[in-house]
Nanobody, 125 residues
Framework: QVQLVESGGGLVQAGGSLRLSCAAS????????MGWFRQAPGKEREFVAY????????AYADSVKVRFAISRDNAKNTVYLQMSSLKPEDTAIYYC??????????????????WGQGTQVTVSS
C-alpha cells in the first residue's frame, strides 16, 4: 500500500506560479507511474499530468500543456508539479496518485489508486 501527502497549494494571483509536492510512503514508489489530477467544485476529477516510473516519459492535459511540468525524485519518494502562468480556471483541489492498474489510458482516473487528501490551489483574477 502507498500513502500520499500532497502539499504546496495556496492562494496565488493569475500569472503566478506554485510548486506542488506529493510525498509517498513505502519502498515501492519507483515501481509506479504517477499522475496529478484536479477537481474543481461541482466538476469531476480530471487528469492534469502523468509521469512514467523512471521519469523519462510525461504527458499533459491540453489545458495545462506548456504551463505545467511534472517531475519526480525516486530517491525522495516524491513527485512534483511545477505550475506557471496560473489562471483562475486552474482553481481546484489537486491530487496525486500512483497508476495501480495496467492499461495505456494513463489519463483515466480508474487506473489510479491510493488517493491522498489533496492540496487546494486558488488562483485569483
Amino acid at each position: 500500500q502507498v500513502q500520499l501527502v500532497e502539499s504546496g497549494g495556496g492562494l496565488v494571483q493569475a500569472g503566478g506560479s506554485l510548486r506542488l509536492s506529493c510525498a509517498a510512503s513505502g519502498r515501492t514508489f519507483s515501481s509506479y507511474a504517477m499522475g496529478w489530477f484536479r477537481q474543481a467544485p461541482g466538476k469531476e476529477r480530471e487528469f492534469v499530468a502523468y509521469i512514467s516510473r523512471s521519469g523519462s516519459s510525461t504527458a499533459y492535459a491540453d489545458s495545462v500543456k506548456v504551463r505545467f511540468a511534472i517531475s519526480r525524485d525516486n530517491a525522495k519518494n516524491t513527485v512534483y508539479l511545477q505550475m506557471s502562468s496560473l489562471k483562475p480556471e486552474d482553481t481546484a483541489i489537486y491530487y496525486c496518485a500512483p497508476k495501480v492498474a495496467t492499461g495505456t489510458a494513463w489519463s483515466s482516473t480508474s487506473l489510479y489508486g491510493y488517493w491522498g487528501q489533496g492540496t487546494q490551489v486558488t488562483v485569483s483574477s
